[in-house]
């Protein structure tokens, strides 16, 4: 079992802001696997946002968010990072994190998921 904690969601405002955390624990951490991002909006399917390999050399993003949102990891401390600039009303959605195996995408298997952490960006 894994335990997948998203935090660092909150209100900003449009222009601002946000850098979301990834953390794991139970039978391992975060750091030994590579991790994607989604997010879902009201009334919406859940959507990937992007992925970061294991070792942090490769990152894959959606188009919606390329130039705006990074990941990156510190795997000393077992988390993976989202730093969300530039940030849009259509950004609003809660965010989930969840690790995964090989390289991070749409279509990678994940099994362990996080409550996720709510992102609302006001206009």
């Known amino acids: 079992q894994l335990q997948v904690v998203e935090s660092g969601g909150g209100l900003v405002q449009a222009g601002g802001s946000l850098r979301l955390s990834c953390a794991a624990s139970?039978?391992?951490?975060?750091?030994?696997?590579?991790v994607g991002w989604f997010r879902q909006a009201p009334g919406k399917e859940r959507e990937f946002v992007g992925g970061?390999?294991?070792?942090?050399?490769?990152?894959y993003y959606a188009e919606s968010v390329k130039g705006r949102f990074t990941l990156y990891r510190d795997n000393v401390k077992n988390t993976v990072y989202l730093q969300m600039k530039s940030l849009k009303p259509e950004d609003t959605a809660v965010y989930y994190c969840?690790?995964?195996?090989?390289?991070?995408?749409?279509?990678?298997?994940?099994?362990?998921w996080g409550q996720g952490t709510q992102v609302t960006v006001s206009s």
């Open positions: 969840a690790p995964t195996v090989g390289i991070p995408s749409a279509a990678s298997p994940y099994v362990y």
């Open positions: 139970g039978r391992s951490t975060v750091s030994n696997y590579a």
């Open positions: 970061i390999t294991r070792s942090g050399d490769s990152t």
